[in-house]
């Protein structure tokens, strides 16, 4: 039957067609900003991943034999049960000792363009270099934030590392399987390789917010929904945006308002470290947002342990934005969105030490 009143017809069609209007606008607004994790991991550039270095790798991750006093391993600090951290406020060093700043994620590293909070290392391989070389003691909190070791220094850790792995036979055979073409495998640096293509296939894919950017409306609830678009509106997507929802720029804490001292402490001047160039005091990296709810506590400092304040204190200190109750609490409702599939990874059987073995250091 023909519609005798064809204005009242298009009304009636838009409204009915509204919330998918609606839907596909903020997925497309969404889509400009963001990418879902893939579901395959990534090959590290000029660094294939091969059965045997993966294997080597993961043995390497989680074996504390490789720190002179064979108390901390990888996965000390990166516990893949706990989201990829310790779930510390401070991350520890040999003899438990406190260092300056939290530990940071492993999930997901694989995707940011720096590593570590003030960016010092450039990729994978890096970090896993700058964070063996300070197995020898805690990363002590100096003027300007914590010490930075430079991998490419003479280290005891180092000579430890590699004199270790050669007095393992186990170790021994499984780096020639890994670096077949070398005549001297087992160096500190194959070791950094190896644990970096592990770690490239610890990644979350699946997110509720990955299977809506695909698509599937019913993946993310209204509260969820509306979190996203005030993640947007309001501002936090202007730094914390691509695949990894940040890791791939830096920014100053406390850009429109110093959140304090307990949460961004004085004596910790972030890149400004690295770079010495004064305009980069209190800069950090911006951090990824992936898995975000298993990450507690937040920033740097390690100071907030709830999500929804950690939104409040990001607004307002660099947005200069005072959140509502609902806003925050919908926010972190979107946050969590965020947390994927995680990596199902089995315990690997280190091989044996025998009686030549270098023992641990006290």
Avoid at 167 to 183: M, S
Avoid at 310 to 325: F, P, T
């Amino acid at each position: 039957m023909k519609m005798r009143f064809p204005l009242l017809a298009s009304l009636l069609a838009l409204l009915a067609a509204g919330p998918a209007v609606a839907a596909d606008s903020l997925r497309d607004q969404a889509k400009g900003l963001f990418q879902p994790i893939p579901e395959t991991p990534p090959q590290l550039p000029g660094e294939p991943t091969t059965p045997a270095k993966l294997k080597l790798g993961k043995m390497l991750y989680f074996d504390p034999r490789i720190s002179e006093s064979h108390e901390l391993s990888c996965s000390a600090c990166h516990d893949l049960g706990m989201g990829g951290g310790d779930s510390r406020a401070s991350s520890i060093a040999r003899g438990w000792q406190l260092a300056g700043r939290k530990s940071q994620t492993v999930l997901n590293a694989v995707f940011n363009k720096t590593l570590f909070f003030d960016g010092r290392a450039s990729d994978l391989k890096d970090q896993v270099l700058r964070s063996v070389t300070a197995f020898p003691g805690a990363m002590q909190k100096t003027r300007g934030g914590p010490t930075i070791f430079n991998p490419a220094e003479s280290n005891p850790a180092k000579t430890h590392a590699v004199e270790f792995l050669k007095g393992v036979p186990g170790y021994v055979d499984a780096f020639k399987k890994a670096f077949p073409d070398e005549a001297d495998p087992i160096t500190y640096d194959n070791a950094a390789r190896a644990i970096a293509v592990f770690e490239t296939t610890l990644i979350t894919p699946d997110a509720p917010f990955d299977r809506w950017l695909k698509g599937d409306d019913a993946a993310l609830d209204d509260s969820q929904k509306q979190g996203l678009k005030l993640f947007m509106d309001k501002g936090c997507s202007n730094c914390h945006n691509g695949v990894n929802i940040g890791g791939a720029s830096f920014a100053r804490f406390g850009l429109v308002h110093n959140p304090g001292p307990d949460i961004l402490p004085t004596d910790d001047w972030g890149r400004f470290a690295v770079t010495k160039n004064v305009a980069d005091k209190y800069v950090f990296r911006v951090q990824e947002l992936r898995n975000v709810e298993l990450n507690a506590p937040y920033f740097h400092s390690g100071h907030v342990w709830d999500l929804k304040k950690a939104v409040e204190v990001m607004a307002d200190a660099q947005l200069g934005v005072q959140l509502s109750d609902d806003e925050a609490g919908k926010i972190a409702d979107f946050l969590k969105s965020l947390t994927g599939r995680q990596p199902q990874v089995t315990l690997p059987l280190m091989p044996p030490m025998v009686a030549t073995t270098p023992r641990p250091q006290p």
